[in-house]
T-cell receptor, first 113, second 113 residues
């Protein structure tokens, strides 16, 4: 299995809702990443997990809460989001943070109403 | 932190012509430079990459060159085809420390049949 999967594919949520995005990989990768991509913009790094521990938090607001319950799973918990948080959220993985290639999932398109 | 600039923002070529996209980076510690292709509504996909100990790399119609002294790298696509139409992102990261990848703003390439 050489794929990163993400669920759900689309998500619409209100500003008072709590929801979670899920990312999974079975390539044995020990580094996982969350990116945010606005329309016609490049992906922006949000979080990096290395061996299930958070190693980079790019000053992301606390309404985004990442979680890495095991080496194959990465979650992004969402609470009290703003309309400007609407974007494509991409998950990626690599063998470790010391190796190069990052493989991206298909993304979750999030709309905050 | 790293800052990656990419030019041009849009590029239109005739089928069969060559296309060149250029990027510059600011962090001299960056040592890994991937190029991603992102079709509309799809995930970024790695098409070619180069590491700082190499000056040029080629894969069929795609080549990448790196000038470490000048801190710039370029993507060259020869014999372009309509299916090459997409947004191309360059990126830079420091492999030995968390692999925090920074992307250029992207180039929308259109190949006219």
């Amino acid at each position: 299995d050489t794929e990163v999967t993400q669920t759900p594919k689309h998500l619409v949520m209100g500003m008072t809702n709590k929801k979670s995005l899920k990312c999974e990989q079975h390539m044995g990768h020990r580094a996982m990443y969350w990116y945010k991509q606005k329309a016609k913009k490049p992906p922006e790094l949000m979080f990096v997990y290395s061996y299930e521990k958070l190693s980079i938090n790019e000053s992301v607001p606390s309404r985004f809460s990442p979680e890495c319950p095991n080496s194959s799973l990465l979650n992004l918990h969402l609470h009290a989001l703003q309309p400007e948080d609407s974007a494509l959220y991409l998950c990626a993985s690599s063998q470790t943070t010391g190796t190069y290639e990052q493989y991206f999932g298909p993304g979750t398109r999030l709309t905050v109403t | 932190g790293e800052n990656v600039e990419q030019h041009p923002s849009t590029l239109s070529v005739q089928e069969g012509d060559s296309a060149v996209i250029k990027c510059t980076y600011s962090d001299s510690a960056s040592n890994y430079f991937p190029w991603y292709k992102q079709e509309l509504g799809k995930r970024p996909q790695l098409i070619i990459d180069i590491r700082s100990n190499v000056g040029e790399k080629k894969d069929q119609r795609i080549a990448v060159t790196l000038n470490k002294t000048a801190k710039h790298f370029s993507l060259h696509i020869t014999e372009t085809q309509p299916e090459d139409s997409a947004v191309y992102f360059c990126a830079a990261s420091r492999q030995y420390n968390n692999n925090d990848m920074r992307f250029g703003a992207g180039t929308r390439l259109t190949v006219k049949p």
